[in-house]
């Protein structure tokens, strides 16, 4: 049965992260506006640096709504968890505005897997549950902690972190990010579901060909 984000908690997230994204605005990573807005014309073949606007005539109120973060995500899987977008792919009001958020649901011992957003920091604000967090900076130190119901973390841009239900019970949490498109890359994926080479892989990780397979088979 899906559960709706309890009103009171929604609200606090919702504050915390404005005020968050009114400071990450401040080093935002996506070109500035040049216009009061430039809603996503998703039917566009046209390729841009972003995505192309779609007539100011035929703009609506309902392009500045998005209603996908009000119910969970399906969290039965292998990770035992589950992100919903709010990028402009999905929302098509937040093109060019350098802000999106995400929803992130987990079950008991559920986890987002080691991951990078290329173009945008993340702020993670913990609806309920409590969350094993962190990143790793780019001389390899892991900054980690435990974070509970109404705790905010924040990810650097473009740094491997992850996020780990530690609980007893399911986890929500909500993100934002200073990019209309932060951009995802799992990393287990992007070395073992990409094609590179076995032989690179064996290298980099000192494992055996019988290994690299079998973590190949996996993605």
């Not at 990810?155 to 019970?169: A, D, S, Y």
């Not at 064996?202 to 055996?208: D, I, N, Q, R, T």
Request: net charge neutral; with cysteine.
């Amino acid at each position: 049965m899906k559960r709706k984000l309890g009103f009171s908690r929604v609200a606090v997230a919702f504050l915390i992260l404005q005020v968050a994204l009114s400071s990450l605005m401040a080093m935002a990573s996506d070109a500035d506006p040049e216009q009061d807005f430039c809603v996503a014309d998703l039917a566009s073949a046209t390729v841009v640096n972003g995505l192309v606007c779609k007539s100011p005539a035929a703009v609506t109120a309902n392009d500045f709504v998005f209603h996908g973060l009000a119910n969970p995500g399906n969290t039965k899987n292998a990770a035992g968890s589950s992100v919903t977008p709010a990028f402009a792919a999905q929302f098509p009001g937040l093109n060019t505005l350098g802000i999106s958020m995400a929803r992130l649901d987990f079950a008991q011992g559920g986890l987002v897997p080691p991951h990078t957003h290329p173009r945008a920091t993340e702020i993670l604000f913990v609806v309920e549950g409590s969350l094993l967090v962190g990143f790793v900076s780019t001389n390899n130190q892991l900054f980690a902690a435990t974070v509970n119901t109404g705790d905010v973390f924040v990810f650097p841009r473009g740094l491997l972190h992850f996020e780990l239900n530690v609980g007893k019970g399911q986890a929500t949490a909500i993100a934002a990010l200073n990019s209309q498109n932060p951009g995802v890359q799992a990393q287990a994926a992007a070395l073992f579901g990409s094609g590179i080479s076995d032989v690179v892989l064996e290298k980099a990780f000192g494992l055996s060909e019988k290994a690299v397979e079998h973590i190949k088979s996996k993605f």
